[in-house]
């Protein structure tokens, strides 16, 4: 079963860049708890890290740490956060000029990260817009060939984006992200419009019971945590398991297994070698604190 497909989708000619687009958090990493405190009690944390995060931010940072070009799309968190993530942002090398300040009257975007054994979860202040979108010129401008929405909630805010990108022949990735007060009507005509559509197992178990099955997108990826991931399209399906490790803290995970699959979807390589690279840069990630810790670190010890 030759899973290639997609590859007559892919436009040449532009540089291959990436545009991610999609929310900015300022992610609180506690470490050394076990799961969020039961009501009454307190939990002591060893360790807390504030880093960047969302979806978009963490696939552009990777892409990057892999010798593409990104571009990150998104609303910097308010208040004081954004001076908290702005040191790693600009780090994690991504062109940060399509980002943009938040309005002052919203709520600073805030993830609260509680990890709970090889999994986390998370307590989220979303508000405001996720970002403000280029225009078509701009975007003409950019030496981009794809575009990554970081999360299904920003393409039912913003579903303008896939105009946007068809319309300037770019091919389009989208991961899920938790949201289950999404419905049906809201998100399947969305996943059918992109070309690779890249949920977690229990997101895609969400879509299915909402009625949303595997295989509406052209190409779906599932994230399987430490069983890898697989591929799923009319041609076939096919799973590549992990490299199995141990979790340091496993948020982003699935953030820079999207920068590995797509860096090497891209260049028009078949599906099964672009898990191989997914899953590569999903180990590395729960091997450090935060979605780019593991850059961190591997720039530190260069
Ligand atoms: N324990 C592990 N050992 C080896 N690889 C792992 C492990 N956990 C995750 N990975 C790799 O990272 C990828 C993504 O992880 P996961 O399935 O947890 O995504 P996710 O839930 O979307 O993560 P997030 O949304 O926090 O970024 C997996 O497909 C796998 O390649
Ligand atoms: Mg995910």
Redesign the pocket.
């Known amino acids: 079963m030759s899973m290639h497909m997609g590859s007559q989708l892919r436009t040449v000619g532009r540089a291959g860049g990436v545009l991610c687009i999609g929310r900015l958090y300022c992610d609180l990493v506690f470490s050394g708890i076990d799961g969020a405190p039961a009501p009454g009690t307190e939990e002591f944390a060893q360790g807390i890290t504030l880093m960047p995060g969302g979806?978009a931010c963490?696939t552009s940072a990777w892409l990057v740490a892999q010798g593409r070009p990104a571009w990150l799309c998104a609303t910097l968190p308010s208040g004081p956060f954004t001076d908290a993530i702005t040191g790693e942002l600009m780090r994690a090398g991504a062109d940060l000029s399509l980002c943009s300040p938040a309005d002052p009257a919203t709520d600073p975007q805030v993830t609260v990260v509680i990890p709970s054994g090889?999994?986390?979860s998370f307590v989220t202040r979303r508000s405001g817009p996720a970002a403000t979108l280029p225009d078509a010129d701009d975007l003409s401008s950019l030496p981009v060939s794809h575009v990554h929405i970081g999360e299904l909630a920003t393409l039912v805010q913003m579903p303008e984006i896939l105009t946007l990108a068809r319309d300037a022949g770019l091919t389009v990735s989208l991961?899920?992200?938790?949201d289950d007060s999404l419905t049906r009507a809201e998100v399947l005509s969305l996943i059918q419009d992109v070309d690779v559509f890249?949920?977690?197992?229990?997101?895609q178990a969400w879509l299915d019971r909402i009625g949303v099955p595997l295989g509406t997108a052209p190409l779906t990826v599932v994230?399987?945590?430490?069983?890898?991931?697989a591929g799923h399209c009319p041609l076939g399906h096919q799973h590549v398991p992990?490299?199995?490790?141990?979790?340091v803290d496993?948020?982003?995970?699935?953030?820079?297994?999207?920068a590995?699959f797509l860096h090497s979807w891209i260049d028009g390589n078949p599906v099964p070698d672009c898990?191989v690279q997914?899953?590569?840069?999903?180990?590395m990630?729960?091997g450090a604190m935060g979605?780019t810790g593991a850059l961190l670190e591997a720039d530190t010890q260069e």
Do not use: S, Y
Request: charged residues 20%; negative net charge.
């Open positions: 979806g963490i090889a999994d986390r991961d899920c992200g938790w890249l949920p977690n197992r229990t997101e994230k399987l945590g430490a069983d890898g991931a992990g490299e199995p490790t141990n979790v496993a948020t982003g995970a699935g953030d820079a297994f999207n590995g898990i997914g899953n590569h840069c999903g180990r990630a729960v979605g």
